[in-house]
C-alpha cells in the first residue's frame, strides 16, 4: 500500500462508496476512532451498517488482534456517527499518510468532531491499568508526518498544533465523566512507533519529556484530522504499566484483557461525549 495517494480525492472516493453500502444518512455529528479492545462500542451502535474495510476503497484489513476492521455507520445516543473498529498502523508497514486516511474518510462524510481512542501504557506513577486518560496533548515520537508531501486539498499547510485536543471538548469529556461517575484523568500521550515496546531507559526518557501514557497509534490521525480544521478529543486506556515500573512482562493478551475490563467505563464515557457535543 505504501506509495498510494490517501489524500482529499480519494477520501472523497471512500466516501461516496461507503454512502453507496450505507445508504442516505444523516451527516454523522462525529467519527470515532476505536483502538485496541475498545471495538465494543460499535456494538451499541443502533441501526448500523458495518462495512468491511475490504469494501471500502483505500482500506487495508485490520491484522491486529482487538481490531475488527470495520467502519458502521449509525446512531449512538440518537446521533448520527460513523466509527472505525481498528486501525492501520506504521508498524505493520503501512505510510504514514495511510494511518491517518480514515480520519479523512470521516471529514469527507461530513463529521465535525474526531474522538480518537487508544490503548496505551501508563509511565505516570498514579496511573494503574484500566485508568482512562483524556489526552491533553500528544508527543510525536514516530518521528514521520503524514502530511509530508504536496500539500492536499483543504489542508492547512502549516497546521497549528498549540492545542490540538480542543479545548473545549476535553471540558466537554470532564463534564461528561462526572455526569455517568467515570474517573478521568488528563495526560499526554507519547505516539512512538512500534511494534516493540519500550525499553526501560526509554520509558525513563519519555517520563523526562512529560509523557504520561505511551502508545503506536492516534498521532497521524489527530495531524491529518487538525490540517483539515476538525475539531478533536482522545481518550487513552491505560492496560498496563510501561517497562520498568512493574516486575511483570508486557503482553498484548493483557492489553485486551484491561480493555475488557473496562469498556463499560468507557463506553459510557464516549456515549456522553457524543450525547453532549455541539
Partial sequence: MIGHSYGAAAARASAEAIRKIAGDRTVPVAGIILGSGLG???????????????????????TVVGHAGELIVGTLEGRAVAALAGRFHMYEGHDPALAGFPARVLHALGAPVLVVSNAAGGIRSSFRPGTLMLIEDHLNLMFRNPLTGAQEEGDTRFPDMSDPYDRELRQLAKRAAATVGVELEEGVYAGLLGPTYE?????????????????????????????????????????????????????????IETTDRVTGDFQRLVREIVRTLP
Fill in 40 to 62: 465494543g462500542l460499535a456494538k451499541a451502535i443502533e441501526g448500523a451498517v458495518r462495512i468491511p474495510y475490504r469494501d471500502v476503497p483505500g482500506f487495508p484489513s485490520a
Fill in 199 to 255: 525499553t526501560r531507559a526509554e520509558v525513563k526518557m519519555l517520563a523526562t519529556l512529560g509523557a504520561d501514557a505511551t502508545g503506536m497509534s492516534t498521532v497521524p490521525e489527530v495531524i491529518v484530522a487538525r490540517a483539515m480544521g476538525m475539531r478533536v478529543v482522545g481518550i487513552t486506556c491505560v492496560t498496563n504499566l510501561a517497562c520498568g515500573l512493574s516486575d511483570q512482562p508486557i503482553t498484548h493478551a493483557e492489553v
